[in-house]
């Protein structure tokens, strides 16, 4: 078995969360990893365990690193992933594509150009819940797709001076990019048009929206809404989405997506850690609903089915040891940043945003 070293770019949460996964990978050898400030690259090499440097270069200039994943701040992700790549190295990068989509369109040209491998951590497409109403749609479950509807209700955890809240870029990349690509996903259609509303902040020290209403019509006539809130749920210090579900199913946090379809629907709740699927017939009267499969899971698997990050870096580990291209082309993870900037520009200009502008 071929094994590669690999270097983790920002060895923050997200990183470590990378760099558990090379560790749990048979096809790493070393791992790297860079923080640009001296001292925190000694600290977290010490707390992880790994060799550290603050100088990129000696990690572009390791013929031995094959392989780059970026978990630092968004705003740097471009350029981190433009440099890996034309060092010759395989990138994964985290959400999103950059903040801007003059980013996000140079770095997939420095893709092509480079023929080098670059795949965004749309980790959803790895998660088992996720994966499951793919199947569902993709065997005709549901007929075809025409109305998906997703609900995020979570507290606010990016705190005051934070990055994320001092970010230019908008909570629909940093959040809810994973949730538009679903829609794309799902749907099996390109977008049309997006048009998006936002309230006044309630969160006063995000630079920012803190709350998104974003509706999507896709070329096939079907359409998607996400409705996004940053506040509501009772405040939880950590990730909102882990180790404590049970206290946050009933304290305001939601996560639920529906995907209705011609012949049934589907539903996943994450909170209920729950799949149901309804099968339309029919009837006498009218249509008939009814519920015919439901799949629950056990707290021990909650990473796994719904935010399976270190099953996806697994996964693109593999792919890269074994010469393999991505999964997830960024050509297509570039369409779904581009329904993340029409949807920001349509809340700026209050209008409805045709993608025919980003073609
Ligand atoms: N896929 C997901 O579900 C998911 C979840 C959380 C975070 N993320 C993404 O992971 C990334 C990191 O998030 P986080 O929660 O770990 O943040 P974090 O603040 O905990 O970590 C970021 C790290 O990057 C370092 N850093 C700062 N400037 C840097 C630079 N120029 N180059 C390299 N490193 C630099 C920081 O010192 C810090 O250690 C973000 O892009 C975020 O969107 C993805």
């Keep these: 078995m071929e094994q590669i070293d690999i270097a983790v770019l920002g060895i923050g949460k997200m990183g470590e969360t990378h760099v558990e996964a090379a560790k749990a990978s048979p096809y790493v050898r070393k791992i790297y990893g860079y923080e640009p400030d001296k001292s925190r690259a000694t ?50 990068c985290e959400k999103p594509m950059g903040e801007t989509i003059e980013d ?5 040209a ?14 959803l497409r790895y998660s088992k819940a996720y994966v499951k109403l793919k199947e569902w749609v993709d065997n005709g479950k549901i007929g075809s797709p025409v109305n998906l509807h997703c609900r995020y209700f979570c507290s606010e955890f990016h705190h005051k001076d934070s990055w994320r ?9 940093e959040k809810l990019s994973h949730y538009l690509d679903a829609q794309r996903w799902y749907m099996g259609s390109e977008v049309k048009e997006v048009y998006s509303l936002t309230a006044p902040n309630v969160v006063k020290y995000f630079n920012h929206p803190d709350n998104h209403q974003i509706n999507t019509r896709f070329v096939n006539g079907s359409i998607a809404t996400l409705n996004f809130v940053m506040y509501i749920a009772e405040s939880d210090p950590s990730d909102p989405l882990l180790d404590v579900m049970e206290k946050q199913a009933d304290d305001g946090h939601f996560l639920q ?11 996943f709740d994450i909170f209920k850690r729950r799949l149901r699927r309804w099968q339309f017939s029919d009837g006498e009267l009218g249509i008939e609903s009814k519920i015919v499969e439901t799949i629950t899971y056990d707290k021990a698997e909650d990473t796994e089915q719904m935010h399976n990050v270190h099953g996806q870096n697994l996964r693109v580990i593999e792919l890269v040891a074994k010469g393999l291209p991505p999964e997830n082309p960024a050509k297509d993870s570039l369409m779904s940043m581009k329904l993340c900037f029409a949807a920001e520009r349509s809340e700026k200009e209050q209008r409805a945003v045709s993608m025919t502008e980003y073609c």
Excluded: W
Aim: hydrophobic share 45%.
């Design 165 to 173: 809240s001092n970010s230019p870029g908008s909570l629909i990349g």
């Design 104 to 108: 996000a369109e140079r770095l997939v």
């Design 43 to 92: 600290e977290r090499g010490r707390e992880l365990e790994i060799e550290t440097t603050s100088d990129l270069d000696v990690i572009l200039d390791n013929p031995a690193i094959k392989f780059i994943d970026i978990a630092a701040p968004n705003a740097v992700h471009c350029e981190l992933a433009i440099k890996a790549l034309r060092a010759g190295k395989a990138v994964l």
């Design 257 to 267: 997506l529906y995907i209705m379809g011609t012949e049934g629907a589907m539903e």
């Design 110 to 123: 420095v893709a092509e150009e480079t023929g080098g491998f670059l795949q965004l951590g749309f980790e």
